[in-house]
């Protein structure tokens, strides 16, 4: 079990969905949160329904400004939940640009400029918790989903190879896959969602795994298993199984 009591977590995408609920687990569990997205108005609404103490600090992961004066804000943790996401489902014959750009943008460089933020501080320390979260859809690529299953990809290979480089120091990473989630992201879906989680159910998983010291946690099962499964299998068999036309 790690010690919740007296930490400071950074939670940033926790103004809705899963990020709100995370924000709320490790509030209870006795840390003090930080939480960030870019609705000044959602994250006040958050802190004033969190039991624990907590601060709203707005943020823009996509403007590296913003994230810099956030962070200096936010001053020392030691944690940091990144769940800030973009999702919108589309196939390449109607690839809108701007639409991809953002996902990639929030999903994966949103990451890649927190990050840069918080490890330096981390690794003067030796000290560190870092959580990101990726998806079972990353785990292969996707018909209707050219922005965001490689984002998430993009995450998820970063966990490994941050894990990779600190699995011998004080610094601790996760990574985070869940399945679908009921959101206003997922919404936007027109197919079948097997096993589609409330934001809560999805939380408690995720805050449960915070707690332990495994790596990677991917969830639900046995959703999870096809999703890891399907990288074993052939070209042939994968696309006609996976990739209905859109």
Same mark, same amino acid.
């Given at each position: 079990?790690?010690?919740?009591?007296?930490?400071?977590?950074?939670?940033?995408?926790?103004?809705?969905?899963?990020?709100?609920?995370?924000?709320?687990?490790?509030?209870?569990?006795?840390?003090?949160?930080?939480?960030?997205?870019?609705?000044?108005?959602?994250? !006040? +609404?958050? !802190?004033?329904?969190?039991?624990?103490?907590?601060?709203?600090?707005?943020?823009?992961?996509?403007?590296?400004?913003?994230?810099?004066?956030?962070?200096?804000?936010?001053?020392?943790? +030691?944690?940091?939940?990144?769940?800030?996401?973009?999702?919108?489902?589309?196939?390449?014959?109607?690839?809108?640009? +701007?639409?991809?750009?953002?996902?990639?943008?929030?999903?994966?460089?949103?990451?890649?400029?927190?990050?840069?933020?918080?490890?330096?501080?981390?690794?003067?320390? +030796?000290?560190?918790?870092?959580?990101? !979260?990726?998806?079972?859809?990353?785990?292969?690529?996707?018909?209707?989903?050219?922005?965001?299953?490689?984002?998430?990809?993009?995450?998820?290979?970063?966990?490994?190879?941050?894990?990779?480089?600190?699995?011998? !120091?004080?610094?601790?990473?996760?990574?985070?896959?869940?399945?679908?989630?009921?959101?206003?992201?997922?919404?936007?879906?027109?197919?079948?969602?097997?096993?589609?989680?409330?934001?809560?159910?999805?939380?408690?998983?995720?805050?449960?795994?915070?707690?332990?010291?495994?790596?990677?946690?991917?969830?639900?099962?046995?959703?999870?298993?096809?999703?890891?499964?399907?990288?074993?299998?052939?070209?042939?068999?994968?696309?006609?199984?996976?990739?209905?036309?859109?």
């Amino acid at each position: 079990m790690r010690e919740w009591v007296g930490k400071r977590y950074w939670i940033v995408g926790a103004s809705e969905g899963l990020g709100r609920a995370v924000a709320e687990a490790v509030n209870r569990a006795g840390a003090e949160v930080i939480v960030s997205a870019r609705s000044e108005e959602r994250l !006040t +609404d958050l !802190t004033a329904a969190l039991p624990g103490r907590s601060r709203a600090v707005a943020m823009d992961v996509t403007d590296q400004a913003s994230v810099e004066a956030a962070a200096e804000d936010v001053g020392e943790i +030691d944690g940091l939940v990144y769940l800030a996401g973009l999702y919108w489902p589309q196939s390449s014959r109607d690839w809108n640009a +701007d639409e991809i750009t953002a996902m990639a943008d929030v999903n994966f460089l949103g990451a890649i400029r927190v990050l840069g933020q918080v490890v330096p501080q981390m690794v003067a320390k +030796d000290r560190g918790h870092i959580v990101l !979260t990726g998806s079972l859809s990353g785990f292969r690529g996707l018909a209707g989903a050219q922005g965001y299953v490689p984002s998430k990809a993009g995450v998820m290979v970063l966990a490994e190879s941050l894990y990779a480089d600190f699995r011998k !120091t004080g610094i601790d990473v996760q990574v985070i896959n869940p399945g679908f989630i009921r959101t206003r992201l997922t919404d936007k879906n027109d197919f079948a969602m097997p096993q589609r989680m409330e934001p809560e159910d999805a939380a408690r998983r995720f805050f449960e795994h915070m707690n332990g010291d495994a790596f990677k946690s991917s969830y639900p099962a046995p959703l999870s298993w096809i999703f890891r499964g399907s990288q074993f299998l052939p070209d042939w068999l994968y696309y006609p199984l996976f990739n209905r036309k859109r």
